[in-house]
């Protein structure tokens, strides 16, 4: 069966609803990929620099010490930083986006993103994605 002509695809057609929520879902994965790439490499590398403080910590844990071994070792510190703050945002953004529903800009962008993905045809490649068959 062919796909519809961009000209016929309107934002009420339930197959562009169905592509639309398609490419969200891509995102959410995306996000989630990247919380989980940025754990894999910053975040191990930041624990890995962090052994000796974390050792001492075992041992005797005081907030004293855990400030300490942050604040002498701030490359690992910024690394979990980095790996804590993209986890807090996708969750949050993900929390919103099913409590509340998608924002009309946030949907709007995705409409746009799949009229263009659309418009290119198969050689896009995010049309497997949003349009599989």
């Known amino acids: 069966m062919d796909q519809p002509q961009p000209s016929e695809l309107e934002p009420r057609d339930p197959g562009f609803q169905s592509a639309v929520q398609r ?19 910053i975040g191990l590398l930041s624990l890995w620099d962090l052994r000796e403080p974390i050792a001492l910590l075992r041992q005797y844990f005081t907030w004293a010490a855990l400030r300490y071994g942050l604040a002498y070792h701030w490359p ?46 198969q050689s896009h490649p995010l049309w497997k994605w949003v349009y599989p068959r």
């Open 23 to 41: 490419l969200h879902e891509l995102t959410v994965l995306m996000r989630w990929l990247l919380a989980l790439g940025s754990w894999l490499t």
């Open 76 to 121: 690992a510190s910024v690394g979990l930083g980095l790996c804590v703050g993209v986890t807090l945002s996708t969750l949050i953004w993900q929390s919103r986006n099913i409590l509340f529903g998608l924002p009309l800009i946030e949907r709007q962008r995705l409409e746009k993103q799949v009229l263009k993905i659309h418009q290119q045809g």
